[in-house]
């Protein structure tokens, strides 16, 4: 594939959870993909980038915040299309409460995973048994499993295990007993296994089930990315900085990760007190000494299930900011020097995997960081609203015009307010700065056009666009350093499957391609 530095492309922004169909189970799900990617590609657009897809810890709804840095989250699974699942009496065969969850589920304005969780725990224990004796048989499906068992072994087996303990022990692995959490099995709390090779066979079948789930999983998303790849839409993933401290990567590689501190940002201008993640921080020095085995592990995968994907937080790759339980926040590394070196390392075995890659370079990034991303031809981002001359007077705004290549371009991410509330918000002075003396206050349609023209327009080869940007929403999909019921829960106003009967969404369909074809981002022809 092309590096996406040398291809000039459109595309949209869209977390697969808000991507519901008219038989979805109240979440985007794998096979939701086919039909959204038939919209795009009337839209003239040739790309799809998605918020990551790894397992979300128990009771989390970031998708920043995974359970396992490999496994794909089976609330994207479609219950319906499992195999034993209409054998074993589908939606009429599952519990009443099931049932109600699922009504819920579908009927709610916004994601709710707590209903979607209970009615696709439900779907999925029904259907593991009606499946489990034909995944377990000699046959073509029972063989079939096993090779994706063995295939994915380095991230898969301790995964399942991960998820099998947990069922007794609870997720929280710091809190379990010494000999679980250390990985040693030699557990005295009843029903737990005595040594590791007990443990797997006393856990068998929740193993199973789980190496189960995650053979469904990607079963369901290869035939997503093939449907997508026939409508000429390329699929781009998200490879998050870090995961959850109560996920399988952390317990089965304690090694690596600093436990007595946590992940966050230093003060910058949008936050006077920088941010505290709550992750793990990686201990780079013993990772280094393993040759980074675990990222490039980690890049492997992502270029495996996707064409591309963004890397999260780019600038803790090259520095961590370190925020001790006790003591002063500092970096990791902490000198410039090494802050390079070990960035450019980690950059290159990402880009070594072959899949296209951009960088997610946004806050407090140093200038040596910038200057090595242009070393390596990696495409940062480009935000209009951020894209200014600091230290001039009056701090205009750089035109897109002026926006290098080998960028993305983009009117905001899913962490920034909609386009259509930063206009509003603006002064009138800022606005002139962007589209002259005739820029409105209120958000018109002609004022959205003339923005998204403007980025089309702009020499960066990317262009990836939020959904709710291209119709002029005011929607977000998330408020950092918020915890808030509407944070990582939006869905699109219409199913994803009737996108073609809908007048407004088959109208902008053909505006954006006009625009796609005059300037020269029509990829999918």
Do not use: C
């Not at 039909?35 to 990551?52: D, N, R």
């Not at 049932?99 to 979607?116: S, W």
């Not at 977000?476 to 918020?482: E, G, K, L, S, V």
């Amino acid at each position: 594939m092309t590096a996406p530095a040398h291809r000039r492309l459109s595309g949209v922004l869209l977390p697969l959870f808000s991507m519901r169909s008219s038989t979805s189970w109240g979440i985007g799900e794998f096979r939701d993909l086919a039909p959204f990617s038939a919209w795009l590609q009337g839209a003239g657009m040739s790309l799809l980038q998605l918020l990551p897809i790894n397992e979300m810890a128990a009771g989390q709804n970031s998708p920043y915040s995974a359970l396992s840095s490999a496994a794909l989250d089976p609330l994207f699974i479609a219950p319906e299309a499992m195999p034993g699942f209409a054998k074993a009496g589908g939606v009429e065969a599952l519990p009443a409460d099931a049932r109600e969850a699922l009504d819920a589920a579908r009927h709610a304005p916004q994601v709710d995973y707590d209903a979607v969780r209970a009615a696709k725990r439900a779907a999925f224990a029904l259907a593991w048994e009606a499946a489990r004796g034909d995944a377990s048989a000699s046959s073509d499906e029972g063989d079939a499993f096993a090779a994706f068992r063995a295939r994915e072994a380095w991230w898969l087996d301790d995964y399942a295990l991960f998820r099998a303990v947990a069922e007794d022990a609870g997720p929280d692995w710091p809190t379990w007993p010494q000999p679980l959490r250390e990985r040693s099995f030699a557990a005295d709390s009843e029903g737990m296994p005595e040594d590791g090779k007990d443990a797997r066979a006393m856990l068998g079948d929740r193993i199973l089930f789980y190496s189960w789930l995650q053979w469904i999983a990607a079963s369901q998303w290869a035939e997503a990315r093939a449907a997508a790849r026939g409508r000429g839409v390329e699929v781009f993933g998200d490879l998050p900085f870090m995961v959850n401290t109560a996920s399988a990567d952390v317990w089965a590689r304690q090694q690596d990760f600093m436990l007595d501190a946590s992940v966050g940002t230093p003060p910058d201008p949008f936050s006077a007190t920088g941010q505290d993640w709550g992750l793990p921080v990686y201990r780079w020095p013993e990772i280094a000494a393993g040759d980074f085995q675990w990222l490039r592990a980690r890049a492997r995968r992502a270029a495996d299930l996707f064409d591309g994907f963004r890397v999260d937080h780019l600038v803790g790759f090259y520095r961590t900011f370190v925020r001790p339980h006790e003591g002063e926040p500092y970096f990791l590394p902490g000198d410039e020097h090494a802050q390079i070196a070990q960035g450019e390392r980690i950059m290159s075995l990402m880009l070594d995997t072959g899949a296209a890659v951009t960088a997610e370079d946004l806050g407090t990034v140093p200038d040596a960081v910038r200057a090595s991303l242009a070393r390596l031809n990696l495409p940062g981002y480009r935000i209009l609203r951020w894209e200014r001359r600091w230290h001039d007077e009056g701090q205009p705004f750089i035109p897109p015009r002026d926006w290098p290549p080998v960028a993305v371009a983009t009117s905001g991410t899913h962490d920034t307010a909609s386009m259509a509330e930063w206009w509003e918000q603006e002064g009138d002075a800022e606005r002139r700065m962007l589209l002259g003396e005739g820029a409105t206050a209120s958000f018109t349609p002609a004022v959205r056009d003339a923005l998204l023209r403007a980025l089309s327009e702009s020499p960066s080869n990317l262009l990836i666009l939020p959904f709710q940007d291209l119709f002029g929403w005011h929607d977000r999909i998330n408020t950092p350093a918020t915890v808030a019921d509407a944070n990582w829960r939006w869905a699109l106003p219409w199913p994803v499957d009737r996108l073609g009967e809908i007048p407004v969404a088959v109208t902008r369909a053909g505006e954006l391609r006009t625009l796609a074809e005059e300037t020269g981002r029509l990829g999918n022809r």
